[in-house]
């Protein structure tokens, strides 16, 4: 039975690739709705990336919040809350076995991706990298974007479709405005045509991050 408060509190994290002793980055990989963490660390081994330690949180039920990331953000509390606090409490594990911020690759799609991107914009340090692969801050059209802090020159790579029927190219853009005002590095490509989905020009992408 999970928590009506912190819905996700207690989830699995799934692990793929270099053991956390040794491995060089380690990257979270976030899932989408109604995924996996197998599902999204499919993806791992793709990236033929033999020193990264990839870490899959689990969403309770296969969903992060309830309704889409453009709601009131009231509407998708608590789940919101609580996933948020998956990722802070996985990036804390971390930071205790000597991963420091500069050390962790921030990965989503999706569902995934608004969620990682939206902790890294909450709790902004100096990544290896972070990856929104279709997907945008979180909250409404207007939401105040005054995130106080600085993401250090971060590369981040930001990629959906321009029809996507899920993320509105304007988020993407505006997304990619915040976190260059915030310091970062961004690369922002939209592909015509491509659907709600992940290509080979991403991964490309993905890959040259992780070997930095």
């Known amino acids: 039975m999970h928590s009506t408060t912190d819905p996700h509190d207690g989830q699995p994290v799934v692990h793929y690739g270099a053991p956390l002793g040794s491995a060089r980055l380690a990257a979270i990989f976030t899932h989408g709705r109604g995924a996996s963490a197998e599902d999204i660390l499919g993806l ?12 899959a949180p689990q969403a309770a039920n296969n969903t992060w919040y309830p309704y889409s990331f453009l709601t009131p953000i009231p509407k998708n ?5 609580s996933a948020l606090g998956v990722l802070s409490k996985l990036v804390a594990t971390l930071d205790a076995r ?10 989503g799609f999706s569902q995934g991706a608004c969620l990682s991107l939206e902790f890294a914009a909450r709790n902004p340090h100096q990544y290896a990298a972070i990856a929104g692969l279709s997907g945008g ?3 409404p059209p207007g939401t105040p974007r005054d995130y106080p802090g600085s993401l ?8 959906c479709s321009d029809i996507d029927a899920h993320i509105p190219l304007e988020r993407v853009h505006e997304t990619s405005h915040v976190f260059r005002q915030m310091g970062a590095t961004v690369d922002e490509r939209i ?3 491509m659907g709600h989905t992940i290509n080979a020009d991403e991964l490309d992408s993905v890959r040259r991050l992780l070997r930095g």
């Open 98 to 107: 000597g991963y420091r911020s500069e050390r962790i690759v921030l990965l």
């Open 77 to 81: 509390e608590p789940w919101l809350t």
């Open 152 to 159: 250090a020159g971060t590369p981040i790579f930001l990629g």
């Open 191 to 193: 592909y015509k045509g």
């Open 137 to 139: 801050l979180i909250g």
């Open 44 to 55: 791992a081994p793709e990236l033929g990336t033999d020193d990264v330690a990839y870490l």
